[in-house]
């Protein structure tokens, strides 16, 4: 099984799929195809009818969405392990999935994932919303799960892979939050797919300018303030 991704400094999508195969030890290729290049250009249609990452090949099957690659791993390598077993819960971690897959677009415009950067960036009443929001969901479902585990709904879900790269983006433009939900957060940062997959982003040169939004700040700054 191979998954085609973006740079790992940027490619939040890339990140959903990749994390939820590496959490769940799922025995998976990758190849890296970097963002806006004459080599992303040249290979990626190949691999994906859309022309974007990321995009799973298994045999002669052709998976292209982050969401459809988790959950084709979830019913054919996972025995449907990767989503809470409570039927109650499954569907509100089905809901914010698609929440996630489908909303918060000024918070994906105004603070895109850059994992080298720390940077500060004016934000707009509508990304503060989504903050806002995201703040509120991570918050109620650790109080409601704790005592299952560390992860939104306890144990690891594809709930957690899709909203990593939210982790990530708080991370780098110094978005405060709720103590709950940096909790999650810091969970998330410090879990040992995270860290692996920050150690490859941190080691990558290539600048898309696209992505780099926002004032870059000196070491040991604070952009919340």
Same mark, same amino acid.
């Given at each position: 099984?191979?998954?085609?991704?973006?740079?790992?400094?940027?490619?939040? *999508?890339?990140?959903?799929? *990749?994390?939820?195969?590496?959490?769940?030890?799922?025995?998976? $290729?990758?190849?890296?195809? @970097?963002?806006?290049?004459?080599?992303?250009?040249?290979?990626?249609?190949?691999?994906? @009818?859309?022309?974007?990452?990321?995009?799973?090949?298994?045999?002669?099957?052709?998976? *292209?969405?982050?969401?459809?690659?988790?959950? &084709?791993?979830?019913? /054919?390598?996972? %025995?449907? %392990?990767?989503?809470?077993?409570?039927?109650?819960?499954?569907?509100?971690?089905?809901?914010?999935?698609?929440?996630? /897959?489908?909303?918060?677009?000024?918070?994906?415009?105004?603070?895109?994932?850059?994992?080298?950067?720390?940077?500060?960036?004016?934000?707009?009443?509508?990304?503060?919303?989504?903050?806002?929001?995201?703040?509120?969901?991570?918050?109620?479902?650790?109080? $409601? /799960?704790?005592?299952?585990?560390?992860?939104?709904?306890?144990?690891?879900?594809?709930?957690?892979?899709? &909203?990593?790269?939210?982790?990530?983006?708080?991370?780098?433009?110094?978005?405060?939050?709720?103590?709950?939900?940096?909790?999650?957060?810091?969970?998330?940062?410090?879990?040992?797919?995270?860290?692996? *997959?920050?150690?490859?982003?941190?080691?990558?040169?290539?600048?898309?300018? $696209?992505?780099?939004?926002?004032? $870059?700040?000196?070491? %040991?700054?604070?952009?919340?303030?």
């Amino acid at each position: 099984m191979e998954l085609i991704i973006g740079n790992k400094n940027y490619s939040s *999508w890339s990140l959903r799929a *990749w994390f939820m195969l590496a959490s769940f030890n799922v025995d998976f $290729e990758e190849t890296v195809l @970097p963002l806006f290049t004459d080599e992303f250009r040249n290979k990626i249609t190949a691999l994906s @009818p859309t022309g974007k990452v990321p995009a799973l090949q298994d045999g002669d099957l052709q998976v *292209w969405d982050s969401l459809a690659i988790c959950e &084709y791993v979830n019913d /054919h390598y996972l %025995n449907g %392990n990767a989503w809470p077993h409570n039927s109650k819960s499954r569907a509100i971690a089905r809901a914010i999935c698609c929440e996630m /897959h489908a909303g918060f677009t000024a918070l994906r415009n105004e603070i895109p994932m850059n994992c080298r950067a720390t940077r500060y960036v004016e934000l707009s009443e509508q990304a503060q919303q989504d903050i806002a929001r995201i703040d509120d969901l991570w918050a109620a479902l650790r109080q $409601e /799960h704790k005592a299952d585990g560390p992860w939104l709904f306890g144990a690891l879900s594809i709930a957690d892979a899709m &909203y990593a790269p939210v982790v990530s983006r708080f991370k780098t433009y110094g978005i405060p939050l709720s103590a709950e939900s940096q909790a999650y957060a810091d969970h998330v940062l410090n879990s040992e797919t995270m860290q692996t *997959w920050y150690d490859a982003a941190l080691q990558e040169t290539l600048i898309v300018k $696209e992505d780099e939004a926002g004032t $870059e700040l000196p070491n %040991n700054t604070d952009p919340a303030t």
